[in-house]
């Protein structure tokens, strides 16, 4: 089993950064693929950023969200910048022990509860 606990959401206005944490805890490894992931309302869930060996980002937040990981620290996160108001969401941290790095939201066994962002015009 893998807990995962989401932090650092909040309200910013656009061109505004937020960096998103995700601790995770049990069983987990550096090649365990971690994600993350957004739902808007009324929208489906959609891929964000995924991050095994190398990063991968959804075309919508290339060049201004970057994913990262701390393997000590059992530690995800996602440095937001740039942000716009069609960014505002649930932002959810996923991981898959397979190793995949996918943008599927099928792929990813475990999920974090969810923290919100809300970007202001």
């Known amino acids: 089993q893998v807990q995962l606990v989401e932090s650092g959401g909040g309200l910013v206005q656009a061109g505004g950064s937020l960096r998103l944490s995700c601790t995770a805890s049990?069983?987990?490894?550096?090649?365990?693929?971690m994600g993350w992931f957004r739902q808007a309302p009324g929208k489906e869930r959609e891929f964000v950023a995924a991050f095994r060996w190398s990063a991968y980002y959804a075309d919508s937040v290339k060049g201004r969200f970057t994913i990262s990981r701390d393997n000590a620290k059992n530690m995800v996160y996602l440095q937001m910048s740039s942000l716009k108001p069609e960014d505002t969401a649930v932002y959810y941290c996923?991981?898959?022990?397979?190793?995949?790095?996918?943008?599927?939201?099928?792929?990813?066994?475990?999920w974090g509860q969810g923290t919100q962002v809300t970007v202001s015009s």
């Open positions: 996923a991981a898959d022990p397979t190793g995949r790095a996918s943008v599927y939201v099928r792929n990813y066994d475990y």
């Open positions: 049990g069983r987990t490894s550096s090649s365990t693929a």
